[in-house]
């Protein structure tokens, strides 16, 4: 539970990386954010693919892929299913759906 918690952070982490390096702020502040932050991100990305993610996950892959290609429209019912188990595991969530389906997609 403890790597599902890392993953978590390591995405959110990029995410809100790219966020802070695309919005027009100072380059070199961005330099230094993204030269502290990285090697936390891959420690943190590599310890959570070490471990074994939960089924229910692996078995969201596609559904996951479709909700990322749709922007959100297609839920599939595995995709669902893994998104209710991870809000029930998480209260309250770390990530959005979006965030959750782009960490099952990249992760497994």
Do not use: C, W
């Not at 998480?90 to 979006?98: C, E, F, I, R």
Request: aromatic share 6%; glycine share 6%; proline share 6%.
């Amino acid at each position: 539970m403890g790597s599902r918690k890392t993953l978590a952070i390591a995405v959110l982490a990029l995410v809100s990386t790219q966020a802070e390096s695309g919005d027009g702020a100072n380059p070199i502040a961005a330099a230094i954010f993204l030269t502290i932050s990285a090697p936390t991100i891959l420690i943190g990305a590599t310890t959570s693919l070490t471990t074994e993610p939960p089924k229910i996950f692996k078995s969201a892959k596609a559904d996951a892929l479709a909700f990322i290609g749709s922007d959100g429209e297609i839920r599939g019912a595995q995709f669902e299913q893994a998104s209710r188990h991870y809000r029930s595991t998480y209260a309250p969530p770390l990530m959005s759906d979006t965030q959750l389906a782009q960490a099952i997609a990249t992760s497994l």
